[in-house]
């Protein structure tokens, strides 16, 4: 069974402890050692999630503590997983934060295949048992809340309807091919088309000119053509992987139904924005088949008018500390979350906060009304377009500026956490990953800035 942590310490592991005593780490990560060691129910929390999703036989595996660290390491010096065991390797200060010690460091998959064990569900737990231990603390009394939304892009290319439908061409025709390779009784015979997709994909894209328009048109009624093709051809070969016996036809069939779901989409699509001049509404297109959970998001924001990922909701108090993080499908309203936002701050803080504030997007009567109601003393919300007398004297007053000001601060924390914290944009693949990734930076942050407030 897999173990929680490590107890018993080899000899070699008490050279490193003296290294260690030579060589001073850096405060941040002496900071996070320290608030993890003074929480144990985190090294619970995980420790429970990973012997949950592994079988009782084989392998021990790597200990939920080392899994958790390296984890946080991870993501505090923006490690990728083949990077993160190359500096484990050579690093006397990271293997003993990683509480690796003088072991051998697990192979890179070992260690992502492990990190992505742990659920979102688990780091939010983590987050609220360090939202409570700030508290228990002084750090953060919930006096004071401020909000504010920002957008964390997905790992895709920018969307184009031809970079789309080769994909499509590209990723059925290789699946198609892997599963004759795979399975030898399996006879099926079909055209590799992925040269003329790509050919007529370059040339849509590099069309220039007065007549580039009608060029495109041209290219693109060639390209719906080929990938209308290939999907007929997948879509038989389909029907022939869930009449096959073999072993591993079974994984081959559900792979290619997946993609031949997402081509559906996505030639559809191109044939009503293209050939059909339609406006397609964004609930019902995909800006890519490998992460087709990706919303269409727009803002209003002048340098970035269209953004492809996920909102989310950050949350603080005037320690800087994170106290609420939420992920969001589509994109809803700023003003609908601020019920919500109260209601966790008084589960988390037994009572409402005495001033909130944001920005204009969270702006509604009916908002302010039910913030009052629900005990907020003073609410800062900005009203947006026309404002009446009443109002704009409202505004000019000395609180409501000061906690203007106030939220202000939380522009800087959500950049801290893009700059320093990898927000702005997730490398995991999944919808559920990518609430484990926003969750997973949330809880370094806060690690690293309890650390700092202790």
């Known amino acids: 069974m897999r173990k929680k942590r490590v107890a018993q310490a080899s000899l070699f592991d008490q050279a490193v402890h003296q290294l260690i005593s030579l ?81 051998k460091i697990p192979h890179y998959t070992t260690l992502q295949k492990a990190i992505k064990h742990i659920r979102f569900e688990t780091w939010d737990k983590i987050n609220d048992i360090l939202v409570r231990f700030s508290k228990f603390k002084n750090l953060e009394t919930g006096h004071a809340l401020r909000v504010d939304t920002t957008v964390t892009e997905c790992n895709i290319a920018y969307p184009v309807d031809a970079r789309l439908l080769n994909d499509s061409i590209r990723v059925l025709t290789r699946l198609m091919e892997r599963s004759l390779d795979t399975i030898p009784e399996l006879e099926f015979g079909f055209s590799n088309r992925t040269r003329r997709a790509k050919k007529r994909c370059y040339q849509i894209v590099m069309a220039k000119g007065r007549n580039a328009k009608r060029q495109r048109k041209k290219c693109y009624k060639d390209l719906i053509k080929v990938a209308n093709e290939v999907f007929h051809t997948a879509s038989v070969f389909c029907e022939t992987l869930s009449k096959c016996s073999a072993f591993e036809a079974q994984y081959h069939y559900e792979q290619l139904d997946h993609y031949l779901t997402l081509a559906a989409v996505a030639i559809d699509q191109c044939e009503r924005r293209v050939l059909q001049d339609e406006k397609v509404p964004a609930s019902e297109k995909i800006v890519s088949i490998f992460e087709e959970h990706t919303d269409i998001i727009k803002r209003g924001k002048s340098h970035c008018p269209t953004e492809f990922g996920h909102k989310v909701l950050i949350a603080s108090g005037k320690s800087g500390i994170i106290t609420q993080c939420r992920c969001f499908r589509g994109n809803p309203s700023d003003g609908d979350m601020v019920p919500n936002i109260l209601g966790n701050h008084k589960k988390q803080y037994g009572k409402s906060p005495w001033a909130f504030a944001g920005d204009r997007r969270f702006f509604s009567a009916d908002n302010e009304k039910a913030a009052y109601a629900s005990g907020v003393k003073r609410v800062s919300i900005c009203k947006p377009g026309y404002r009446s007398k009443d109002r704009q004297k409202i505004e000019k007053q000395r609180w409501f500026r000061r906690l203007q000001r106030y939220r202000a601060g939380i522009e800087g924390l959500i950049s801290g956490l893009m700059r320093a914290y990898g927000l702005d944009r997730c490398s995991w693949k999944g919808w559920e990953a990518f609430q484990s990734y926003i969750s997973l930076s949330v809880v370094t942050f806060n690690l690293q800035k309890i650390g700092s407030l202790l």
Request: hydrophobic fraction near 35%; proline fraction near 4%; aromatic fraction near 8%.
């Open 23 to 103: 060589i001073q780490p850096e405060k941040a990560l002496k900071d996070i050692d320290k608030v993890l060691d003074a929480n144990p129910d985190i090294l619970q929390c995980v420790h429970d999630d990973l012997v949950a999703q592994k079988t009782n036989t084989g392998s021990r595996g790597i200990s939920a503590e080392r899994v958790l660290r390296c984890a946080i390491l991870k993501q505090y010096k923006k490690y990728p997983y083949r990077e993160l065991t190359k500096r484990l390797n050579d690093g006397i200060v990271l293997r003993w934060f990683s509480r690796f010690y003088s072991e």
